[in-house]
């Protein structure tokens, strides 16, 4: 067998190309156990399929970048609001000379608002007899002084909070709501009547 195997493709190459020879006319004995693959024809053509093809290369793995990150510009943590401590407010109205003479039942409210004019909830303050300071709702005080939290760095350095007030004032930064009449104020804080540019009574 393999002696006919060897006579047939010695054949196929000498006559085969040339068009002599047909496979199909050889006297041998084979099926498609013996020998495998397409028979050769002399008119046929080559077989487009069967043109090797260029493997492909491997693909580089190449990490990916995130586009946005490359011009992305860093955030800027936003600036924190203004803000005065209870602590620190109490310091400058104890050290302020018409607060210590505050009649035991007066009531003064303190309010600070934002950039946006809103009142900030946090950043209200009520002024009791003696000058004691405490922090919460204010609405019910006889009267009221709300300006911009941007006076409270000036608020923190100084010792005369009227001063302040006058400074406000000048320059119309503020807004004031009175609950009481002239006439029962000037009763109620007849003591502090000397005072009274400062606190508006």
Not at 45 to 55: D, I, V
Not at 136 to 148: E, K
Not at 173 to 197: E, M, P, T
Request: with cysteine; hydrophobic share 30%; net charge positive.
């Amino acid at each position: 067998m393999l002696r006919k195997i060897a006579i047939a493709v010695s054949l196929i190459i000498i006559f085969g190309m040339s068009g002599y020879i047909n496979i199909n006319d050889l006297p041998l004995n084979l099926d498609s156990s013996t020998i495998t693959g397409k028979s050769i024809n002399q008119n046929s053509e080559p077989n487009s399929e069967t043109n090797s093809q260029p493997t492909p290369s491997k693909s580089t793995n190449i990490p990916k970048t995130n586009p946005s990150s490359k011009n992305s510009v860093p955030k800027t943590a936003p600036k924190p609001e203004i803000k005065i401590s209870l602590e620190d407010l109490q310091k400058t109205i104890a050290s302020t000379p018409a607060f210590k003479d505050f009649p035991e039942k007066g009531l003064a409210g303190i309010t600070f608002f934002d950039g946006n004019g809103k009142d900030m909830p946090d950043q209200k303050f009520l002024i009791k007899g003696g000058g004691k300071v405490e922090k919460g709702d204010n609405s019910d005080a006889d009267f009221i002084i709300s300006t911009g939290n941007y006076w409270i760095p000036k608020v923190k350095a100084s010792n005369d909070f009227c001063e302040i007030l006058k400074e406000i004032k000048e320059k119309q930064d503020y807004r004031f709501k009175r609950n009481i009449g002239v006439l029962q104020a000037g009763i109620k804080y007849k003591s502090l009547i000397k005072y009274k540019d400062c606190l508006g009574l």
